[in-house]
């Protein structure tokens, strides 16, 4: 079983008091597609290179199935890594990249030659084997990188953010290609990305970092139904949530000049205010609720997204977002008023950040 397990594991490096990775409490489960995500310098890559023994683990453990390889030498721990630079030898054609690892460890060449030609064919790169990289585009190359670790049929696939020097286009079609991928071998892999987008259509499950703090781990479809914290709700989704701080009054929240029904018991913990948690799609036009200033439209076709902002919203605030029906968007300075849909709104604590309810 090639579960993964960090166990309370901490990195922190010398001479910075803040550690990098503080205290990441993971379990893994065999061929899941776990993917960290979360802003520059959260912790995920650390994460993923003291997993791949790259990195120091200063405190915890790191179990690959049952085995402690905490310490280990990264030679000797049965995982692969692919790289966001690819790491191709440019002197070496595709097939002498993808065998390399094989041939380090001694295998004979007629099997070497066989995992070689039988990854090239699950990565559409049987005709490009002889080629050396420069030849190839940046898609391609990054295949053979996935080739190099497909061969070597390790326990554990690790990914750092493989997809970031493509094009938006080929990030999209290359994405798609690794998740099936993956799904077609069942291999477990841990994938790391700073791309919210690719992390919600990628992973099984999602787990969201800060400062080097797990924030949530989750499917993404429970990620972006109940966030658990307000950071996980404005990283979570795109556009991101619109968040606003809001006057808790008798039977609810004061959303602009309506009192909207919360449920007692998610109030409960609340004082005086409270942050509201509100997802574009789940506002609706209405005759009162809260009023917006349109800045600006977004025309998409079968939907359109309009952005304002709420009387006294401060001048540098994100502005309000709310997607409504393509055919007839407000207009660019008009002043509408829109209101929750039922059930849709996500209540958090304002100083701890925490969800209520």
Not at 23 to 35: K, P, Y
Not at 91 to 101: L, P
Not at 128 to 142: D, F, V
Not at 207 to 232: H, I, W
């Amino acid at each position: 079983m090639a579960t993964v397990t960090f166990d309370k594991v901490t990195r922190t490096y010398p001479g910075v008091e803040s550690p990098a990775v503080d205290g990441l409490d993971i379990q893994i489960e065999d061929g899941e597609f776990l993917v960290l995500v979360g802003p520059s310098g959260c912790g995920k890559s650390t994460s993923l290179r003291m997993l791949a023994g790259l990195e120091e683990v200063n405190e915890g453990r790191i179990l690959l199935a049952d085995d402690d390889i905490t310490h280990m030498p990264p030679k000797d721990r049965d995982v692969a890594m692919v790289f966001q630079n690819y790491a191709l030898y440019p002197h070496m054609s595709v097939a002498g990249n993808m065998g390399f690892a094989l041939k380090m460890a001694g295998l004979p060449k007629a099997e070497i030659q066989t995992r070689v030609e039988e990854a090239a064919k699950l990565l559409d790169l049987t005709e490009y084997l002889e080629r050396k990289p420069k030849a190839l585009s940046g898609g391609q190359r990054q295949r053979v990188a996935m080739g190099r670790a497909i061969v070597r049929q390790p326990q554990v696939f690790l990914m750092d953010e493989p997809l970031s020097n493509l094009d938006a286009k080929l990030r999209v079609q290359t994405r798609t290609q690794i998740a099936a991928l993956q799904r077609r071998l069942g291999i477990t892999t841990v994938y790391v990305t700073h791309d919210q987008i690719e992390a919600m259509t990628m992973g099984d499950r999602v787990a969201v970092l800060k400062d080097g703090v797990l924030q949530q781990c989750d499917s993404p479809r429970t990620m972006y139904e109940r966030p658990e914290n307000v950071f996980v709700a404005g990283f979570i989704g795109s556009p991101a949530m619109n968040l606003m701080t809001v006057p808790v009054v008798d039977g609810g929240i004061r959303f602009g000049d309506v009192t909207h029904p919360i449920a007692r018991e998610h109030l409960a913990k609340a004082r005086d205010e409270v942050m509201l948690g509100v997802r574009p799609e789940d506002l609706e036009l209405s005759e009162s609720g809260l009023s917006l200033q349109i800045d600006l439209v977004e025309e998409l076709g079968a939907d359109a997204f309009v952005y304002g902002r709420p009387p006294g919203a401060e001048v540098d605030a994100a502005p309000f977002v709310v997607r409504v029906n393509g055919q007839q968007p407000p207009r660019k300075g008009e002043t509408v008023h829109f209101q929750p849909t039922s059930d849709h709104v996500h209540v958090f604590d304002l100083e701890t950040g925490e969800r209520l309810g």
